[in-house]
């Protein structure tokens, strides 16, 4: 998705993962401003982001930029706009600003899952074939075999092949989540951004989402991913960057 504008271009010392990087408080990744880079392929690139709801600002002119196989950390605290900065990164709310994802729409991941309980993890998944597919077609279970293989692929990538026909509701909290990341991978998106994804998860399940998204990383996607807790920041982004009231202050 690009909008009003091409990527910026790359201040010197922009970290990627295979740059030199200077450390963060307890040794974990830089804490500081993601700079856009050029030609970032595939990547995301966030110029001067900015979003007002009823008349207040929530997000003030925020820069990014994230490359395939990067890990970036949005932290801050409840209501300092990470959310909204996922969701307008996402297309999802109206904003000013430029946002560039390789020519596709970011896929995100929401804070709550927002599964379809009573459907199994495979329909939940083919959700995100919509965009390909349209309405009618899924809703009378018409799904083409490309988007079949596709789902049961991406549910082999969160680990969860043997559950494809189980309900939603029966899932445990961390599969769920591992639902949700597969629905935003059958999106086909370069980007994959994460709201809170281990809010709600005990410290092992939390541990082991985030570290699939550093495998789909790995794997070649740009992920950003906000949390609360800044040591699993630190273990498992390659950068962090933090917003207070709608800026990015490190």
């Given at each position: 998705?690009?909008?009003?504008?091409g990527?910026?271009?790359?201040?010197?010392?922009?970290?990627?993962?295979?740059?030199?990087?200077?450390?963060?408080?307890?040794g974990?990744?830089?804490?500081?401003?993601?700079?856009?880079?050029?030609?970032?392929?595939?990547?995301l690139?966030?110029?001067?982001?900015?979003?007002?709801?009823?008349?207040?600002?929530?997000?003030?002119g925020?820069?990014?930029?994230?490359?395939?196989?990067e890990?970036?950390?949005?932290?801050?605290?409840?209501?300092a706009?990470?959310?909204?900065?996922?969701?307008?990164?996402?297309?999802?709310?109206?904003?000013?600003?430029?946002?560039?994802?390789?020519?596709?729409?970011?896929?995100?991941?929401f804070?709550?899952?927002?599964?379809a309980?009573?459907?199994?993890?495979?329909?939940?998944?083919?959700?995100?074939a919509?965009?390909?597919?349209?309405?009618?077609?899924?809703?009378?279970?018409?799904?083409?075999?490309?988007?079949?293989?596709?789902?049961?692929?991406?549910?082999?990538?969160?680990?969860?092949?043997?559950?494809?026909?189980?309900?939603?509701?029966t899932?445990?909290?961390?599969?769920?989540?591992?639902?949700?990341i597969?629905r935003?991978?059958?999106?086909?998106?370069?980007?994959?951004?994460?709201?809170?994804?281990?809010?709600?998860?005990?410290?092992?399940?939390?541990?082991?989402?985030?570290v699939?998204?550093?495998?789909?990383?790995?794997?070649?996607?740009?992920?950003?991913?906000?949390?609360h807790?800044?040591?699993l920041?630190?273990?498992h982004?390659?950068?962090?960057?933090?917003?207070?009231?709608?800026?990015?202050?490190?």
């Open positions: 998705m690009e909008e009003r504008g990527p910026a271009r790359l201040r010197a010392g922009a970290g990627h993962p295979h740059h030199r990087r200077r450390h963060g408080p307890g974990g990744p830089p804490l500081r401003r993601a700079a856009p880079r050029a030609a970032l392929t595939g990547g690139v966030v110029e001067g982001l900015s979003v007002s709801l009823g008349g207040r600002a929530v997000l003030s925020v820069t990014l930029a994230v490359a395939p196989g890990v970036l950390a949005i932290e801050g605290p409840s209501g706009g990470k959310t909204t900065l996922l969701r307008a990164a996402a297309g999802l709310v109206p904003h000013a600003g430029t946002v560039s994802a390789g020519g596709a729409r970011p896929a995100l991941v804070q709550h899952h927002a599964l309980r009573r459907l199994s993890a495979r329909s939940n998944v083919l959700v995100g919509l965009g390909r597919t349209g309405f009618l077609r899924s809703a009378l279970g018409l799904w083409p075999a490309r988007e079949l293989a596709l789902a049961a692929e991406c549910l082999g990538r969160v680990g969860l092949a043997g559950l494809a026909e189980r309900r939603a509701d899932l445990s909290g961390g599969q769920r989540q591992r639902v949700a597969a935003a991978l059958m999106q086909r998106a370069p980007v994959l951004l994460a709201d809170e994804p281990v809010a709600s998860l005990d410290p092992a399940n939390a541990e082991a989402v985030l699939l998204l550093r495998e789909l990383a790995r794997g070649g996607l740009a992920v950003v991913v906000s949390l807790q800044p040591e920041a630190r273990r982004a390659d950068r962090r960057l933090r917003l207070e009231n709608g800026r990015v202050v490190a």
